[in-house]
C-alpha cells in the first residue's frame, strides 16, 4: 500500500486496542469514544478484506492476522514515538521517572537514593511504588523494577534480571529475648507471624527447615514486604523478609536472624522499553542498581 493511503487513524486505534486487547481501555488511551475504535478498527478490516480481531460478548481477541499486524505496528510507534522524544528534547531531560516494586522501593531503593543523588546531583528522581505493569506510554516512568514469582518476559518491553529473593525468618532482639530460645524452628510459633500476601510461605519455610508440617490459618497478613519489615522492626511478630532488604538491619543489630534456612520467592527485574534507547540518566540509575543492589548477579 502508498504511505499515501496508509489509514494512520485506524492504525493508532487498532494498535491500542490490540495492545490491551479491549476497545474500551483503547478508547480511554486515545481519548476517544469506544464506537469511534469499533469503526475504525471495522474500516481497516474492510480495507484489507480481513478480520483483525474475534470478537465475543464481552471481549475481543486478535486473530493471527492481527497479531502480526501488532507487531509491526507496536515497534514501530515506539521508534517513532522515541525518536521524537530525542529531537524535542525531550530525552535530555533530567528527571527520571521510576517505577518500583512496594518492597523494593521501600525496603531498599528509597533508603540508598540519597547515595545516588550525591552521585548524580543533576539527575532529579520521580520514584512511584506500583505493582502494574509499565507499558511507558505517556510518561508513566522510564524504568521499572518489578517482582515475578515465576515470569521472566513481558509483552512489548525489555527485562533485564536484577536478583534472586531469598526469603527468611527475622525477628527483632528485644522480641527474641522476651520468649523462650529459639533453638528449633517450631520456636517461632511462640510469636505472631507476620504474613506478606498470605500464610502460604511461612508454611513453605517450616517445611524448608525441616519441621513438621505446619498449617496457618491466622496472623496479620500485609500487601507488601515493606509493610512486614516495619512491623518486624517495632516487634510486632517475626517477619519472613527477603535476605537483601534485611542485611542492613541485621548487620546494625535492629534484626536478629535465628536461622539460616530461606525459601525462594521469584526474582526482581528492571524492565525498560527498551535498554538501547535509554538516556544517560537513565542509564547511570540502571548502572547503579545493579552494582549496589546486593543481591544483584546471583539471578543472572
Known amino acids: ?32 469514544s469506544q464506537a469511534a475504535i469499533s469503526r475504525q478498527v471495522r474500516e481497516l478490516e474492510d480495507l484489507i478484506g480481513r478480520p483483525l480481531f474475534e470478537r465475543h ?11 502480526a499486524l501488532l507487531g509491526v505496528l507496536t515497534a514501530a510507534f515506539d521508534m517513532v514515538g522515541e525518536r521524537l522524544d530525542m529531537l524535542s528534547g525531550w530525552r535530555l531531560s533530567q528527571t527520571l521517572k521510576v517505577s518500583a516494586e512496594p518492597s523494593f522501593a521501600g525496603c531498599w531503593l528509597v533508603p540508598h537514593l540519597q547515595e545516588f543523588q550525591e552521585a548524580h546531583p543533576e539527575i532529579d528522581l520521580m520514584i512511584d511504588a506500583d505493582t502494574r505493569l509499565v507499558e511507558f506510554r505517556g510518561g508513566d516512568a522510564d524504568i521499572a523494577i518489578r517482582h ?6 513481558w509483552p512489548r518491553v525489555e527485562a533485564r534480571p536484577l536478583a534472586k529473593v531469598e526469603m527468611f525468618p527475622v525477628i527483632a532482639p528485644a522480641l527474641a529475648a522476651a520468649g523462650r530460645p529459639l ?90 522499553r527498551r535498554f538501547e534507547a535509554l538516556s544517560d540518566a537513565a542509564q547511570a540509575f540502571v548502572a547503579w542498581v545493579e552494582r549496589r543492589y546486593p543481591g544483584a548477579g546471583r539471578e543472572r
Open 183 to 272: 533453638d528449633r524452628p517450631e520456636d517461632l510459633l511462640q510469636h505472631a507471624l507476620l504474613h506478606e500476601e498470605n500464610w502460604q510461605l511461612w508454611e513453605q519455610w517450616f517445611a524448608a527447615a525441616g519441621a513438621d508440617p505446619v498449617k496457618l490459618e491466622r496472623g496479620a497478613i500485609f500487601a507488601d514486604g515493606s509493610m512486614v519489615l516495619q512491623a518486624t522492626l517495632r516487634g510486632s511478630g517475626v517477619g519472613l523478609i527477603d535476605r537483601d532488604h534485611a542485611r542492613d538491619d541485621i548487620a546494625a543489630g535492629r534484626l536478629i536472624q535465628p536461622f539460616d534456612v530461606s525459601v525462594p520467592f521469584g526474582a526482581f527485574f528492571l524492565v525498560v
Open 148 to 153: 515475578s514469582a515465576t515470569a521472566r518476559s
Open 1 to 32: 500500500m502508498k504511505r499515501g493511503r496508509l489509514p494512520l487513524t485506524a492504525l493508532r486505534s487498532f494498535e491500542a486496542a490490540g495492545r490491551l486487547e479491549s476497545f474500551t481501555l483503547a478508547a480511554a488511551e486515545l481519548f476517544v
Open 57 to 67: 460478548h464481552r471481549s475481543v481477541r486478535l486473530t493471527a492476522d492481527g497479531r
